[in-house]
Every structure is written in structure tokens, then in C-alpha cells.
């Protein structure tokens, strides 16, 4: 599933790719690695509420719905965070992890193992620069994520390349229209008219959910076979 030529250093289960110097390649998250273990409390006592004017559980159940139907597919996530995915994706599901903040994984890796997932696999990666071989996945989640990565062109012509033709590109993000007036949200926040353009200029149809939960809009998108 990797690409060619790409070199690996597991650590307790999480993989780093090894640069041209022979060295793990690291990145700074927003969230310094030791205090991840705050990530989930900061999502449910401060982003939600107060950032997105939004209800967390509700927010999980929207995506669980989503994702109920799919079943023994190969599953890749952009900034898995936490890991909490696991709790509404069903485990007969190859899963892959990714995201740059090491002390995150970690607290993932736990999780979908408590989840009972057999292939779950997890990587220090930026989703501007994915490690993988062309036509891996049948889906790809990005979970309230796409705000924060710098080069969307790029994360968008990665999706493109590592999904398979068909394959499902399932996304929850903070939109602008849906901001609550007083609240400054992180990152750079993209309009669903721009969401439409950037998923139709790679390939992908634009659908979409019904579900309101404050500043965050729900879509997903197929790839075109």
C-alpha cells in the first residue's frame, strides 16, 4: 500500500517516514503532543459549544449514520485526531490513520484496538503528502480537519490519487456562512461554494447532507470513475 521507495520507522505502532537523511519526518500540531490527552475535553467543553455554537454527540451521530453502511471497505482518515472514528465505524472495516501529531495517534491506536479493529494501521503524515500508492482507499473521512491544512490544492490532488475510482470522500468542516457572529474559529475557513468548486476541480461530485450543527456542514463526494 505504500509507495515505492518509501521508508518506514514503526514506533509502538505508529509509523514515521524516514526522510533522505535517514530521520523520522516531524511536524508541529496546533495541540503539543503532550497535553493530547486534553484533545477530546477541549472538543467537547470549548470547540463545540463555543467555537461552532454546535452539540458534539450530535455531530457523531450525524457521521455514524453515514458511515453505518459501509462494511469490509478500505478505509483512509486525514487528521484522525483521537481516534474517535472507532467508536462509529464498523470494525470489519480496514482503517488508516493519519495525522502529525504523534502523542494523538497514540491515543487513536488505543482506541480502535478497544474497538476490536483488526487492520488498523496509523502514520505520521501531512495530508498534503500522503505515502501511499495510487487507488488505495474506498473511502476517505476528514472529520472537521480541512480548515487547517495549508495547501488544500494539494490535500485535494492526494485525495484524488490515493482513492479509487467510485470511491467515497466523506467531510464535516466549519463553513463561514455558519459561523456564529462572535466566534473566531481556527484556520481557514472555506464557503460551500468554494467546497463545491474544489471537489469538482478534482474529480469528485459534490452531495450535500441534510443535518444543521451550528458552524459545521456536512458533504461528501465520489470520485469519478
Not at 467546497?195 to 450543527?213: C, K, M, Q, S
Request: proline share 4%; hydrophobic share 40%.
Amino acid at each position: 500500500m505504500l509507495k515505492q521507495g518509501t521508508h518506514i520507522s514503526n514506533r509502538h505502532g505508529i509509523g514515521y517516514i524516514i526522510d533522505q537523511r535517514g530521520r523520522p519526518v516531524r511536524y508541529k500540531p496546533w495541540l503539543g503532543d503532550a497535553f493530547a490527552f486534553l484533545y477530546d475535553g477541549i472538543m467537547r467543553r470549548s470547540i463545540f459549544p463555543k467555537k461552532f455554537g454546535g452539540d458534539l454527540d450530535k455531530h457523531l451521530n450525524i457521521l455514524k449514520q453515514e458511515l453505518a453502511g459501509l462494511h469490509n471497505l478500505r478505509v483512509l482518515e486525514l487528521a484522525a485526531g483521537s481516534g474517535n472514528i472507532a467508536d462509529i465505524l464498523n470494525n470489519d472495516n480496514s482503517y488508516t490513520g493519519t495525522d502529525i501529531s504523534p502523542g494523538l495517534l497514540n491515543r487513536a491506536q488505543k482506541r480502535f484496538n478497544d474497538a476490536g479493529f483488526s487492520m488498523a494501521e496509523f502514520y505520521v503524515v501531512s495530508a498534503d503528502g500522503l505515502p501511499f500508492e495510487d487507488d488505495s482507499f474506498d473511502v476517505c473521512l476528514c472529520n472537521l480537519s480541512l480548515n487547517f491544512f495549508n495547501h488544500i490544492d494539494r490535500v485535494f490532488s492526494e485525495l484524488r490519487r490515493v482513492l479509487a475510482p467510485g470511491g467515497l470522500f466523506l467531510c464535516s468542516v466549519p463553513v463561514p456562512e455558519r459561523k456564529p457572529a462572535a466566534s473566531k474559529i481556527r484556520g481557514t475557513l472555506y464557503s460551500e461554494g468554494e467546497l463545491v468548486d474544489l471537489t469538482h476541480r478534482y474529480g469528485l461530485t459534490f452531495d450535500p447532507i441534510d443535518a444543521e450543527n451550528g458552524a459545521v456542514f456536512y458533504f461528501k463526494a465520489i470520485l469519478h470513475q
